[in-house]
Nanobody, 122 residues
Framework: QAQLVESGGGLAQPGGSLRLSCVAS????????MGWYRKVQGKQRDVVAT???????NYGDSVKGRFTISRDNAKNTVYLQMNSLKPEDTAVYYC????????????????WGQGTQVTVSS
C-alpha cells in the first residue's frame, strides 16, 4: 500500500506565494503521473496541474502563468509553486499519483492525499 502526504498549505495574502509538496511512500515500484487538484466546498474537484514521469506538464486555465508544477522522481515527490495568489485560489488542495506497486504484474492504482488547506486572504 502506498500513501501520499501533502505539506505546505496555509494562509497567504493576495499576490503572495506558497509552495506545496507531496511525497509518495510505501510499497512503490514506479510512480507515473502526478498532479494537484483543488476543491471548494459545494463544488466539484478541479484539476490544477499535472505532470507525467517525463516531465510534461498541463495546467488548469485559471492557474496558467501563476502556478508551476515540478517533480523529483528520485524522491517520489511533486511540488506546486503558487505565485500571484488570488482569493479565488482558496481551496483544499489534493495531491494525486498513479502508482505501480510491483514490477509484476503491471497493475497501477490511483492514490489521493488527505488534502491541505490553502487560504488566500488579506
Amino acid at each position: 500500500q502506498a500513501q501520499l502526504v501533502e505539506s505546505g498549505g496555509g494562509l497567504a495574502q493576495p499576490g503572495g506565494s506558497l509552495r506545496l509538496s507531496c511525497v509518495a511512500s510505501g510499497n512503490i515500484f514506479m510512480v507515473y503521473a502526478m498532479g494537484w487538484y483543488r476543491k471548494v466546498q459545494g463544488k466539484q474537484r478541479d484539476v490544477v496541474a499535472t505532470i507525467n514521469s517525463a516531465g510534461t506538464t498541463n495546467y488548469g486555465d485559471s492557474v496558467k502563468g501563476r502556478f508551476t508544477i515540478s517533480r523529483d522522481n528520485a524522491k517520489n515527490t511533486v511540488y506546486l509553486q503558487m505565485n500571484s495568489l488570488k482569493p479565488e485560489d482558496t481551496a483544499v488542495y489534493y495531491c494525486n499519483a498513479v502508482i505501480r506497486p510491483n514490477p509484476i504484474p503491471d497493475n497501477r492504482y490511483n492514490y489521493w492525499g488527505q488534502g491541505t488547506q490553502v487560504t488566500v486572504s488579506s
